[in-house]
């Protein structure tokens, strides 16, 4: 079963600083969507960034982009100029090929929660 | 208007009693999904559905059933509550164009 690692439970940036969260997976698969989801304290989920396993480019969302290795299966999320709205709980998840089974077809880690200093 | 709609927004209820959460959505998406967050848990999933006749169990499904009354809405129940259900309820619809998946504010259930 594929498995998403997200090994920093908080991190914390000054505004305007740069941050990077970092996610790991695991599985055999060769094509697969990877994202970035943003969860605020209202608690709404939003999407913030999605990859492609197939494209070698590395996606970007204005200040947010990613640092995509296959290889090895790392999939980090970079927010350049932070800003206090950043604030949140950060999820990644991978989406699987094949679908079904109890995993259905998106796989989310445990989350990172980012706090922005004034 | 929300384009995924979940009520109601918080719940309280006592151990045994049956819940109901309810979702709907304006999307046209057939795939529809109930997570389940906890905190330093994350999302787990409890059921999908890729359309209206199609229901599957997630990882985490005992306790819980679905029913796709049609392909804009998707209840999750809770058939006897217990404490340990006290969770924030998520419903989410996915395009299959992207894979991009739409979620619902969330229903915070506790249960005493």
């Known amino acids: 079963a594929q498995t998403v690692t997200q090994s920093q439970p908080e991190m914390s940036v000054q505004e305007a600083e740069t941050v990077t969260l970092s996610c790991t997976y695991d599985?055999?698969?060769?094509?697969?969507?990877l994202f970035w989801y943003k969860q605020p304290p209202s608690r709404q989920m939003i999407l913030v960034i999605r990859?492609?396993?197939?494209?070698?480019q590395n996606a970007t969302e204005n200040r947010f982009s990613v640092n995509f290795q296959k290889a090895a299966k790392s999939f980090s999320l970079k927010i350049s100029d932070s800003q206090l709205g950043d604030a949140a709980m950060y999820f990644c998840?991978?989406?699987?090929?094949?679908?079904?089974?109890?995993?259905?077809?998106?796989?989310f880690g445990k989350g990172t929660k980012l706090s922005v200093k004034p | 208007d929300a384009d995924v709609t979940q009520t109601p927004r918080n719940r309280i209820t006592k151990t045994g009693k049956r819940i109901m959460l309810e979702c709907s959505q304006t999307?046209?998406?057939?795939?529809m999904y109930w997570y389940r967050q906890d905190p330093g848990l994350g999302l787990r999933l409890i059921y999908y559905?890729?359309?209206?006749?199609?229901?599957n169990k997630g990882e985490i499904s005992d306790g819980y059933s679905v029913s796709r009354q049609a392909q804009a809405k998707f209840s999750l129940s809770l058939e006897s509550a217990i404490p340990n259900q006290t969770a924030l309820y998520f419903c989410?619809?996915?395009?299959?164009?992207?894979?991009?998946?739409?979620f619902g504010s969330g229903t915070q259930l506790s249960v005493l």
């Open positions: 998840a991978y989406r699987r090929l094949h679908y079904g089974g109890s995993q259905g077809n998106l796989i």
């Open positions: 599985t055999s698969e060769s094509d697969y969507y």
């Open positions: 990859q492609e396993a197939y494209k070698q």
């Open positions: 999307k046209g998406h057939d795939r």
């Open positions: 559905s890729f359309d209206v006749k199609d229901i």
């Open positions: 989410a619809t996915q395009d299959w164009r992207n894979e991009k998946l739409f």
